[in-house]
């Protein structure tokens, strides 16, 4: 399980021209699931980005997880995170996990971070959206489990 987060400002999700889903300071992340993930890799990563301290403190360090500084959390399914681009120049995405059981997945990573009690926000899984955000650093890790 892949999940590119961005620190932002604010970011927000727009399917069909309407708004759907928006945070203001926090951490969106991008979520992409491959074949042999499971819950396991979920619970380990939900509780990797609720806890990692990229926020910074009063003297400039990252210091402070999203939880400290009261943010919010916008998560989106990335398929493309799966996509092998090391032969030839057309991505492969054999890694990706079929839609049902990865769809299943990104409901249970994001109720698990609801459950840790910070403000999330969706995108749709499989839909085209369009995403804005706001980088606030730039900040942006790619964690996998």
């Known amino acids: 399980m892949k999940g590119l987060i961005q620190r932002v400002k604010k970011a927000s999700v727009t399917i069909d021209n309407e708004l759907y889903s928006g945070i203001n300071q926090g951490i969106l992340v991008f979520l992409g699931v491959e074949k042999g993930d499971s819950e396991q890799n979920a619970v380990k990563l939900a ?11 009063e003297n400039g360090k990252m210091n402070k997880s999203v939880t400290d500084i009261n943010g919010e959390i916008l ?39 609801r459950q840790s009690g910070i403000n ?7 839909a085209m ?17």
């Open 47 to 57: 509780d990797k980005i609720c806890k990692l301290r990229i926020f910074e403190d």
């Open 75 to 113: 998560v989106v399914s990335q398929f493309t995170l799966a996509g092998d681009c090391k032969k030839g120049t057309r991505p492969s995405f054999d890694s990706a996990e079929e839609p049902q059981k990865a769809n299943r997945l990104y409901e249970y990573f994001t109720d698990l971070i």
């Open 120 to 126: 999330t926000g969706t995108g749709v899984f499989g």
């Open 129 to 145: 959206m369009d995403v804005v955000l706001i980088n606030d650093g730039p900040v942006t890790f790619m964690l996998e489990f």
